[in-house]
């Protein structure tokens, strides 16, 4: 065991990074939305921009793996991520949207890069029926860092935004721009630190001990399939239903964590205080995966963990629906709770057995993640028809999915097989 010390501690480290940049997102919308004047499909674009570049570039990434390794490949991961940071220096100066759309694309495919290769490295350093519980070690550091960056760019750059936002409704244009531009100037300093940051964590990855893992040597640890015959990776039902839930779970997770803002400040809660309701959303994930750690194996499979899930996710999507105020907002929060194991579940469910294809398997899993860049924009197309609080509608069929996947899905890749699986 000690052995696996070292490795996953590098790992924690940058799930920890993954946390950070990502829901950066939460706060961005908001204010993106008053900075450059968006309505709410406009400013959804930035989860689109960041979550789309998964889809874009989680097959390279894996071929990406296959020449430079886990290790370097996770150190360029930390490079595009740092280069994606620093275009938004450019993009507030000029207060310019598709600029900063663009930084976050290129920050998207610099963690599709990292998470290529860090979440099969957790599921393979052990046991397969406790990757769940090490990957949620993993989800502990990334929940720690999502509940400080909010709090954090937040503090920065929607301080003062209600005043804002109802100083804006009486300035001419001119007096207007010049508020506008200040307000965009606001990111410069805290991307400016991030991309140091980046840098030297890259730097700290390129130069650790951090061992490689042989791959080939899972060909002999399947169920009894004979990896041998299989020609392409698309001969693993169970991967690719488990692609279809992951693209559904990112999703909502995102949803969860980036809509809830903007839903309190629909609701009537000032910015003020709605700017800390996603750090509440990963609060309830930590929760969640802290008892993924003390639970799974030892009292739940983790298939029970995934039903359990969905099981919730629906329960917690239909309360928010039918509640009203602080109440309703509560309950978003709560999908941070029953999002938690999904994705720890997942992950081990669909690459096991996969062996010589684990890698491209991961890469299709990675992909996945794109879920996040199209269902939280179709939240705000609904939104804009309906209103904030409907457009949860939206949650309780992905969850379906997830409920599917863990009772039939997966049991149907390995009947494909001939095999049982638990």
Known sequence: MKRFIQPLIIIGALFFIFGFITWLSSVLIPYLQIACELNNFQSYLVAFA?????????????????????KKGMSIGLLAVAAGSLIF????????????????????????????????????????????????????????????????????????????????????DSEKAVVLNELAGKVIVPYLVITGMLLLLSLWVYRSGLPEIDESALETETDGTDIGEKASVFQFPQLLFGVLTLFVYTGVEVIAGNTIISYGAFLGIPLSTAKFFTSFTLV????????????????????????????????????????????????????????????????????????KFTKIGSSLLVMAISGAAVIPLFYGWLADRLDAQQAYWLV??????????????????????GVHRS
């Open 284 to 355: 309830g994930m930590l929760i969640g995966y802290l008892i993924g750690i003390v639970c799974i194996p030892r009292f739940v499979s983790q298939r029970d963990a995934l039903k359990c899930s969905a099981g919730l996710g629906i329960l917690f999507g239909l309360s928010a629906l039918f509640t009203e105020g602080v109440t309703s907002v509560v309950f978003i929060a709560l999908l941070g709770l029953a999002n938690s194991l999904i994705w720890p579940s997942v992950w081990p469910l669909a690459i096991d057995g996969l062996g």
């Open 50 to 70: 960041f979550y789309i570049s998964y889809f874009v570039m989680a097959v390279p990434s894996g071929w990406l793996l296959k020449f430079t390794g886990f």
């Open 396 to 417: 309780i069929p992905c969850y379906l999915i997830v409920g599917w996947y863990a009772a039939f899905g997966y049991r149907f890749g390995a009947k494909m097989k």
């Open 89 to 172: 220096v450019p993009a507030a100066i000029y207060r310019s949207y598709p600029v900063f759309l663009f930084g976050l694309f290129i920050q998207g495919a610099g963690l599709a890069i990292l998470q290529t290769a860090s979440n099969p490295y957790v599921t393979i350093l052990g046991p397969i029926d406790s990757a769940a519980r090490r990957i949620s070690i993993m989800g502990i550091c990334n929940g720690i860092a999502g509940i400080l960056a909010p709090a954090i760019l937040g503090a920065v750059v929607l301080d003062n935004a209600d005043n804002i936002k109802d100083q804006l409704l009486s300035l001419t």
